[in-house]
């Protein structure tokens, strides 16, 4: 501390006096003053758990909506499971009359429309999504994914009225009819050829599943780094093969995400389906038959089932559906959140 006198001094001719304690340090902190950090710190804390806590709670309540659903369904199968056991998985029967009750066909009906609507979806829904991302101009590109998307918020009703009014009848009168006239003899086109069906089915689940893979797959492609496309332009490769070295390659585990996104919507579908596949129990080979999903016989039969056991078991048949549906969607996230994060570690 410098020491100053009270006696005047000259600066530039004219006499001042410096006040004491002018270049003293500042004051020693009070007793009010050393305590209203801390006060405002724990102020500061409590509301930060406090706005931990309330969105936690929201967190929360999904996974407990979550596993109420869950609990209750298997509740209500129980005398279902109680009394088919496995045995409802694996047998075609579907009796209500006779209350026996089999899955099997409806299994075999959602997987096999799920699988003819990747078959169609997924190289239309690749190729959208590089053309968007790789090739298209900025402007254009906006444009095209917009209105790919806007394709996911029609309703599936309309989807249905358009499949019953216009799709069905092209393919009674035209494709279905040929291929029942020249390749009948093989099994998967064996039968008249009713319009609705099978073949009806997955081709309107093909249309609704298209911009849920080429939206996730065009988010995918742009989170892939740009220094990998520009190292194999720069070793001389050409546009496709940096798309299929550098991106595609690299995209692979989130497009097999989006892909699997695709297939737990298909798999969920219900008016759509419902209208056009034909609504049959039973298991058939041909493209060109009608046949039943899980979601289509929960929805036609619910309000019907006035036996105990009856309700039970299209209920066991949702607890299977909501099980399959779960799980495709949790590893199909996993696998596009460890493809952007991966992109996002190179950037």
Request: charged share 10%.
């Amino acid at each position: 501390m410098i020491a100053v006198s009270d006696k005047p001094i000259r600066a530039g001719g004219r006499r001042s006096r410096i006040p004491p304690g002018a270049f003293s340090g500042p004051p020693p902190p009070g007793p009010s003053q050393g305590k209203e950090p801390a006060a405002g710190g724990r102020s500061r804390f409590n509301a930060d758990a406090i706005f931990r806590g309330i969105t936690g709670s929201f967190a929360g309540f999904v996974l407990l909506l979550v596993a109420g659903m869950a609990t209750v369904m298997t509740i209500a199968s129980m005398p279902a499971i109680r009394k088919f056991g496995w045995h409802f998985l694996v047998s075609s029967t579907w009796d209500p009359v006779q209350d026996q009750y089999g899955a099997l066909p409806f299994l075999f009906g959602t997987l096999l429309s799920s699988f003819l609507a990747l078959l169609i979806a997924v190289p239309l829904s690749l190729g959208i999504a590089t053309f968007l991302s790789e090739l298209a101009p900025e402007r254009p590109a906006r444009i095209l994914g917009f209105l790919v998307e806007l394709l996911a918020a029609i309703p599936s009703v309309i989807y249905g009225l358009w499949g019953i009014f216009v799709m069905v009848p092209m393919l009674r009168n035209g494709p279905q009819a040929w291929l029942s006239a020249h390749l009948g003899f093989l099994p998967i086109f064996a039968g008249p050829a009713y319009g609705v069906g099978m073949m009806a089915a997955g081709l309107i689940l093909a249309i609704m599943i298209l911009p849920t893979i080429s939206a996730i797959s065009l988010e995918v492609f742009r989170a892939v780094p740009r220094a990998q496309r520009e190292a194999a332009l720069a070793l001389g490769a050409t546009r496709w093969e940096t798309t299929r070295m550098a991106v595609l390659s690299y995209a692979r585990p989130g497009i097999l995400g989006a892909v699997i996104l695709g297939l737990g919507r298909a798999l969920g579908e219900t008016m759509a389906v419902t209208m056009l596949i034909g609504n049959r129990p039973a298991i058939s080979a041909s493209l060109l038959a009608p046949g039943y999903t899980m979601a289509s016989v929960i929805a036609n039969e619910f309000s019907e089932a006035t036996g105990d056991l009856y309700l039970s078991a299209l209920i066991e048949v949702a607890l299977v559906l909501f099980g399959l549906t779960v799980l495709l969607n949790v590893g199909a996230r996993y696998l596009v959140w460890s493809t952007v994060k991966r992109g996002e570690n190179r950037a």
